[in-house]
């Protein structure tokens, strides 16, 4: 939760000019997104969220992130739509950053979800990968199971300081994946970090997904394999098999899952797992002890990657 | 720049039960107030304010602020307008901190005030002076000269750490307001943090003043003298004479000063240079080197201190 630039009312005003969408009313930065810096902003025509883009996204992949969000909205997917300014440009320049504006999209996420949010989510990503189907961009998924391991060889002894003895049940998890992971599932554009802060509620249905800033091109039951460790985990570290299964129900009345996807479930949920604790693993082993902005938890992966190696009784089985 | 507290879509249900203002379409955290969390709020009934009371405001002063921003809406200045629950209540809990929800303001602070906005920032000052005549609430001001001494005891070595020989300049500062400070001009209760970004502006009009978490009870003169410091120095440091005469201008068309308030301008003005400077010296002695977020620089209020120790030409001189 950050801004990381400073935009001042002289350099918005300069902003807007380019653009068709009137005089600003109100502009608030907004605690949201740790990858850029967001902005809520009021015009005499709308609002919107200026995102202004921060060195961890790669500029080379905006052009395919922000044509997705074009693309969604384009075929009626409920997503923020991005603003072209008047030369019809959508990827701009702030403060010496790449920068967009996006219509605002309404919603609430939820904290946690219940059966029934579960159900709508899977619904909601099953949409988005349907809606995906025509869109011609393509990015190689920089976080996919190929980059796990290289990705490890460097932190072993943080991950032996995080927990001794834990190095070794990563590299048996690297091997098993290397070994298993399936190759000939169905692909397409995943969204890669649809956690529920990501997802908007309103009345309890699903009106929303948004931040698509880690979408690339792998396994589309990959998505939910990652999914399902964001919104079927209970606080406790338990995995609610109920809402899995929720998920899975509302994921299948968009797109149903072939047999193989099925049975390839648990170990995609357990790769996505380690991809999650990876990334964290990464960012806690960069942070300076005292800092005052404290990365996630890199521990609550693992005791989600423990789950999965005991398994998943009646996950992925159709119900 | 922070949100301290984390509120759940579960607890704000819960919080806007005992409102009448509909169900919660939208929540963000605001990237705003050093001193507090805020959070924008939009329901179906209209877009809110939600702030969440840290620990740096004093409980006990909660009714005075919330009454008082409850006097100024309703005598027609603009301000946020608090929201009474559905028994009359503006104070609430959330979380186990006090809270209150308050009417969404709009409008945009600027960065580098032109004359024309301190013309327009002094009369909104006026204004707010006038409007708060009537209200009954009092509150010391615990920043306010009487208090300054005491606060410098404990920091001598900080000054000097700042910058050699700090501490004695600041002694001298100190006798002479013991010695110099005028004791009777008109009182009354002042803003106190009427700073560019907590005054919102249109078309270059002044339409409404936000953040009074630190109003109380003191010289009206010596929020001309804060607020002229905030608003009519340039970058470089130099006191700029047109924009403060236009501040006092504007000031002026909603309540004329009298001869001792301008006489007394210079060593007001002064004073609140220090007011600033102590605490932004509490504030940065307080903070951890390395610490991530950085606390504001004490030394800009000493340079503005340097530029008063020299005098103002031409400030508070009638026109």
Redesign the interface.
């Known amino acids: 939760?950050?801004?990381y630039t400073d935009i001042?009312?002289?350099e918005?005003e300069a902003f807007l000019t380019d653009y068709d969408v009137g005089?600003?009313?109100?502009?608030?930065?907004?605690?949201?997104g740790v990858e850029n810096s967001n902005f809520?902003l009021?015009t005499t025509a709308g609002r919107y969220i200026l995102t202004v883009y921060e060195r961890r996204v790669n500029r080379d992949d905006l052009p395919f992130f922000l044509g997705l969000m074009q693309h969604l909205a384009a075929h009626g997917y409920p997503s923020a739509t991005p603003i072209a300014d008047r030369s019809g440009a959508i990827l701009k320049t702030l403060r010496g950053k790449p920068a967009a504006l996006v219509a605002?999209l309404?919603?609430?996420?939820?904290?946690?979800p219940t059966v029934a949010h579960c159900r709508e989510a899977g619904e909601g990503l099953a949409w988005l990968h349907k809606t995906a189907e025509g869109f011609t961009g393509r990015r190689v998924n920089a976080l996919g199971h190929g980059a796990w391991a290289p990705m490890f060889a460097g932190l072993e002894a943080d991950a032996d300081a995080l927990k001794p003895g834990l190095a070794a049940t990563i590299r048996a998890d690297l091997a098993l994946f290397a070994k298993s992971w399936p190759l000939d599932l169905p692909k397409g554009v995943i969204h890669a970090d649809y956690f529920p802060d990501n997802v908007f509620f309103?009345?309890g249905r699903f009106v929303g997904a948004i931040d698509f800033y880690f979408a690339a091109w792998d396994d589309l039951a990959f998505d939910i394999g990652s999914a399902v460790n964001a919104w079927c985990f209970e606080a406790d570290g338990e995995f609610n098999v109920t809402q899995a299964q929720a998920f899975l129900d509302g994921y299948e009345r968009r797109r149903p899952l072939s047999q193989a996807e099925r049975a390839a479930l648990p170990l995609l949920a357990h790769g996505a797992a380690l991809r999650f604790f990876l990334t964290r693993l990464v960012d806690w082993s960069a942070t300076?002890a005292?800092?005052?902005?404290r990365p996630k938890d890199p521990l609550e992966y693992e005791r989600k990657l423990a789950v999965h190696r005991e398994g998943l009784p009646g996950f992925g089985v159709r119900g």
């Open positions: 939760m950050a801004v001042t009312d002289q918005l005089a600003a009313l109100a502009f608030k930065g907004i605690a949201e809520m009021e605002f309404p919603g609430l996420s939820v904290r946690r309103a009345d300076p005292g800092a005052l902005v």
